[in-house]
């Protein structure tokens, strides 16, 4: 069974494996300290939201590092509420660009590059997210060609198809181009059990967050209203972010697999 046979397209209703029992299993072994020493690092996202709860505090030492952290969104985030009776799903898209805006700025860093493909749709979307990750590269090249570049990515084998398709993508340029590649797990996190012979542990490196940077990291993410709380009280309008979800990606270490 793959990862997107274990989460596919469906909302999360259960609580999966605990925040208690992923930090006693990774608080128990060592972990490779992740070091980022690119000049340039794109940053992929397959929604509004992943790049700052998967990566916010890499994201924003590097920015604060001098490395020129270059923000994507490949889809429009419309597809977080199907059925809403409040928010059509152009309303939704725009207030979750608005909400990146607002993450970003408190990392510190420049607003997204966005793209707005479909929401749920970007396993088929290669080409034209192959086009414009090739360009992002071709455009950073050609302002520095001596600087070195890196791609961080949400994780290839993640669980979600959207993340997925983007991890793949990422995989294939960094592999053609000879890009350092990191990729960070977001719902991985939720259907793993620790110790999983599924994923690649050998590959895991960590980042320690200091408690100013995960500070600042919590004060990002609650820029994400549309996702934290209910747009309405109908059922299609609540909480995506749920608390035990978001603990899970709050910790004093963030991790990705390279």
């Given at each position: ?21 992923w930090?006693?299993?990774?608080s128990?072994?060592?972990?490779p ?11 992929l ?14 994201m924003?030492?590097?920015a ?5 952290v270059?923000?994507?969104?490949l889809?429009d985030?419309?597809g ?20 990146l ?13 966005w ?6 749709g ?8 192959a ?5 992002i590269?071709d ?5 520095s060609?001596?600087a070195t ?9 993640d ?13 294939e340029i960094?592999?053609?181009?000879g890009?350092q590649?990191?990729q960070?797990?977001?719902?991985m996190?939720?259907w ?5 012979l599924?994923?690649p ?6 980042y ?12 990002a ?9 209910p747009?309405?009280?109908d ?5 995506v ?8 990606l ?9």
């Amino acid at each position: 069974m793959t990862s997107s046979e274990r989460f596919g397209a469906a909302p999360i209703d259960e609580q999966g494996t605990t925040e208690a029992q992923w930090q006693s299993w990774l608080s128990a072994r060592e972990w490779p300290e992740l070091e980022v020493t690119v000049d340039r690092l794109i940053v992929l996202a397959a929604h509004p939201d992943d790049e700052v709860l998967g990566a916010g505090g890499m994201m924003l030492a590097a920015a604060a590092a001098g490395i020129d952290v270059v923000p994507v969104c490949l889809s429009d985030g419309s597809g977080s509420h199907p059925g809403s009776p409040t928010m059509s799903p152009g309303e939704l898209a725009a207030r979750r660009r608005d909400e990146l805006d607002v993450a970003l700025e408190v990392l510190g860093i420049g607003r997204s590059r966005w793209f707005g493909l479909p929401d749920g749709g970007l396993e088929l979307e290669h080409d034209a997210m192959a086009s414009i990750i090739n360009d992002i590269v071709d455009d950073t090249c050609g302002e520095s060609p001596e600087a070195t570049l890196g791609v961080l990515a949400v994780w290839e084998h993640d669980g979600h198809p959207d993340h997925e398709a983007v991890g793949r993508c990422a995989r294939e340029i960094a592999n053609v181009r000879g890009l350092q590649l990191w990729q960070y797990p977001i719902w991985m996190w939720h259907w793993a059990i620790p110790d999983d012979l599924t994923i690649p542990w050998d590959e895991l490196r960590r980042y320690r967050l200091s408690t100013t940077s995960l500070a600042t990291k919590r004060t990002a993410i609650s820029a994400f209203d549309t996702q934290l709380n209910p747009l309405s009280p109908d059922p299609a309008d609540q909480p995506v972010l749920l608390p035990h979800i978001l603990d899970r990606l709050t910790r004093t270490h963030e991790y990705v697999f390279g």
